[in-house]
């Protein structure tokens, strides 16, 4: 086999995984739906896969955080962003422990990678500026856009009410912005992996 046989063959194999990652989202979306009879809410199947990938999003960068002390400052910033919108996914839960309990918990996060970034006695631009320039770093970016912007916009319940008009429900905005937000993370979760498999690369 030659060298762009092989190429061609190894980028076939990582899109047909992307589709495959890609088309998650919907099938949870259609579980929740028509086996579960969920309106997509706060205990939906949805809503804890979301948790879920998160989960794996911020093991993914303690991995890196352990493999990589190079890229630290920028590392630890990361995993504190991911770490807070696991606390804002659960803001339901932690405000029925404590009033406002997500946002401090946010807070603290902040402030402690904050403190092990600056920790690190290395600089935080050329990591940063090496991340947004790569491939992973592009997808990620564009990915926390369409989490941030887009599933909310798509979302918005006044957009659906008009489209649907007497037929609206509410499990049908539920899940457009949910589903968007599942892709979203699924997304940012391939982006962790592809750093993370460079990042193992250029160790070598």
Avoid: C
């Avoid at 794996?56 to 890229?71: C, N, Q, W």
């Avoid at 600056?118 to 990620?140: D, H, Q």
């Avoid at 007497?166 to 391939?190: C, P």
């Amino acid at each position: 086999m030659n060298i762009h046989t092989k190429s061609i063959l190894t980028s076939l194999a990582r899109y047909f995984a992307l589709a495959l990652l890609i088309a998650l989202p919907t099938a949870i979306v259609m579980l929740d739906v028509l086996w579960l009879g969920n309106n997509i809410g706060e205990e939906s199947l949805t809503e804890h896969m979301q948790s879920t990938v998160l989960l794996l999003i911020i093991s993914t960068f303690i991995y890196i955080i352990a493999k990589h002390e190079d890229k630290r400052p920028f590392t630890y910033l990361a995993l504190g962003l991911f770490i807070s919108m696991l606390f804002r996914e659960h803001d339901y839960v932690l405000n029925n422990i404590v009033d406002n309990l997500w946002e401090v918990l946010v807070v603290l996060t902040v402030i402690t990678v904050t403190v092990l970034s600056r920790s690190t006695n290395r600089p935080f631009k050329p990591a940063f500026a090496e991340f947004l320039s790569s491939s992973a770093g592009r997808t990620m970016v564009m990915s926390i856009l369409i989490l941030l912007v887009h599933s909310r916009l798509f979302g918005m319940g006044i957009l659906w009410k008009t489209i649907l008009n007497d037929s609206y429900v509410n499990t049908v905005k539920n899940a457009m912005e949910e589903g968007t937000e599942l892709l979203a993370y699924v997304l940012i979760f391939y982006a962790t992996q592809v750093y993370r498999r460079t990042l193992a690369t250029e160790k070598k």
